[in-house]
């Protein structure tokens, strides 16, 4: 059954845990974004491969990297004034990859607070929310590192964070590595691995 939900209230983090049918919803500060469909098969085998690359260099470095990778549906909420109370939470994302480096972020319904890294993949009616908005709150809040993956254009655009502010790390595209600035550039994954799947 299909829940009918005001969709210019306001809500909080505890009022979405009680929604339990098969939408995938967000709350920005509050009101409820509905997310797409399934996701296609590009956008999954995009997710896959920089999951699998990042997983594998987490499980060969674990000795000194105690880094977690988790992938969407997984819920990121920032709270207000480090507020750990689901009724005064207002803004719950799913991106489709986050890495947690400090683990007390992490609970049992998902991470509270900004995580290290996340990775948005582009689907056509999620671009403008990743580009536009998911940019702002992810620097806002103080993600260290955000790629934003093309995959029908099979190139990713990655930002660090410097002084509060994203600054572009480059455009990798084709025959190009992409250095995850989190690791110390350590590790780097190959375009054509990531998209290696598309025609």
């Given amino acids: 059954m299909e829940l009918q939900l005001d969709l210019t209230k ?11 049918d098969d939408k995938r919803r967000e709350l920005w500060d509050g ?13 999954q085998a995009a997710s ?8 594998f260099y987490l499980k060969k ?3 000194k990297n105690e880094c977690k990778i988790f992938d969407a ?8 004034d480090e507020e750990k109370d689901d009724k005064k939470i207002y803004t719950v994302v799913q991106p489709d990859i986050v890495i947690i480096c400090d683990k007390n972020k992490i609970d049992n319904k998902g991470c509270l607070g900004a995580p290290d890294f996340i990775v948005e993949i ?34 990713i655009q990655s930002f660090i964070l410097k002084d509060k502010k994203y600054v572009k790390n480059g455009v990798f595209a084709k025959d190009e590595k992409i250095p995850v600035h989190i690791f ?8 054509n691995d990531i998209f290696e799947d598309f025609d």
Avoid: C
């Fill in 10 to 20: 306001r809500y909080t983090f505890a009022d979405y845990l009680t929604w339990i």
């Fill in 61 to 63: 470095e674990r000795k």
């Fill in 184 to 191: 110390n550039n350590e590790l780097k994954i190959e375009i």
């Fill in 73 to 80: 549906p997984f819920d990121v909420r920032f709270p207000i």
């Fill in 122 to 155: 582009i689907s056509p009616s999620t671009a403008k929310n990743d580009i536009d908005y998911k940019y702002n709150l992810y620097e806002k809040e103080g993600v260290k590192e955000y790629w934003i993956a093309f995959p029908h254009e099979k190139i």
């Fill in 48 to 55: 896959g491969n920089i999951h699998g690359e990042i997983y």
């Fill in 31 to 43: 009101l409820i974004q509905l997310m797409s469909p399934a996701p296609s098969s590009k956008h």
